[in-house]
């Protein structure tokens, strides 16, 4: 088991040194709305009306604020720089780090049971990036990278949420 998570984090890894930042920006933009969309197609026939988004509830323009701003900086902070920071300090392997963070970000985001585990492929994925980020820059590289994803993806959710439905 050990020599294939480690084969599969290799391969993960000479993708990311494959390109350089920007364009590789775009490419995890691209792959993160690749899989939310596939991935919520599947969780939505598997329980219809369950993806339903606790902003639709708030005002636009604090939905805004709280989507585009304050969630990407602060779920980034906290699943993503501390928890391979304090997962460092603690001497948990980087898988072991992903694994955890990606749990608590998707019980974190309790609306729905088919919430929850969309969430978890997302911070599968941010954690992922962000990782691989960290070591082929540095950390507020990585930092800044997850927080303008998140932020992207979250504007065009409420963007759907708010002006398309």
């Known amino acids: ?3 294939y998570r480690i ?12 390109f350089n930042l920007a ?5 995890c933009l691209v792959i993160k709305f690749f899989l939310s969309g596939l991935f919520g197609n599947v969780i939505s026939s598997l ?17 805004f604020a709280a989507a585009f701003f304050f969630a990407p900086l602060f ?9 391979f920071y304090v997962g460092g300090k603690l001497r948990l392997n980087n898988f072991q780090i992903v694994i955890i963070s990606s749990i608590l970000f998707a019980i974190s985001h309790h609306t729905s049971l088919a919430y929850v585990v969309l969430t978890l492929l997302s911070g599968l994925f941010y954690n992922i990036v962000y990782l691989n980020i960290k070591e082929k820059y540095e950390v507020a590289v990585a930092f800044f990278f997850i927080v303008g994803i998140h932020a992207i993806y ?11 439905k």
């Open 1 to 3: 088991m050990d020599k």
């Open 154 to 164: 979250n504007f065009v959710v409420w963007w759907n949420i708010f002006f398309i």
């Open 47 to 63: 329980f219809p009306n369950q993806l339903e988004h606790s902003i639709s509830k708030l005002p636009t323009y604090e939905a």
């Open 7 to 18: 084969c599969i984090f290799l391969k993960i890894k000479n993708f990311f040194n494959r």
């Open 75 to 83: 779920e980034t902070f906290i699943f993503q720089f501390l928890f």
């Open 23 to 27: 364009p590789l920006f775009f490419i």
